[in-house]
């Protein structure tokens, strides 16, 4: 199983950024999908997550209004494109599948996304 993120980078205050989740070696409709960050010193936090068949979503409250969540699930691949970004967003952002019908998760390497003022 891989998810391999890609799409971090610098980027200025106000600016956008698309992060992208590639996963293979899993079923991908079957799998419920979320994006996590974690800051230095801080704990991995959630920041979104969309339902297998992508009709539904979930949000943080910090990046609600600026983010959107999406997956292709024909590409096996999902999206978090961020709007707005802010000095605070400044992250590693990592990719989440969690198995619907069970326990199961797996978690990518992450992707560092630095956004300076």
């Known amino acids: 199983v891989q998810l391999v993120e890609s799409g971090g980078g610098l980027v200025q205050a106000g600016g956008s950024r698309r992060l992208s989740c590639a996963a293979s070696?899993?079923?991908?409709?079957?799998?419920?999908m979320g994006w996590y960050r974690q800051a230095p010193g801080k704990q991995r936090d959630l920041v979104a997550t969309i339902s297998r068949s992508g009709d539904s979503t979930n949000y943080a409250d910090s990046v609600k209004g600026r983010w959107t969540i999406s997956r292709d699930n024909a590409k096996n691949t999902m999206y978090l494109q961020m709007n707005s970004l802010k000095p605070e967003d400044t992250a590693v952002y990592y990719c989440?599948?969690?198995?619907?019908?069970?326990?199961?998760?797996?978690w990518g390497q992450g992707t560092q996304v630095t956004v300076s003022s």
């Open positions: 989440n599948a969690h198995f619907t019908f069970g326990t199961t998760d797996y």
């Open positions: 070696g899993i079923t991908f409709s079957l799998y419920s």
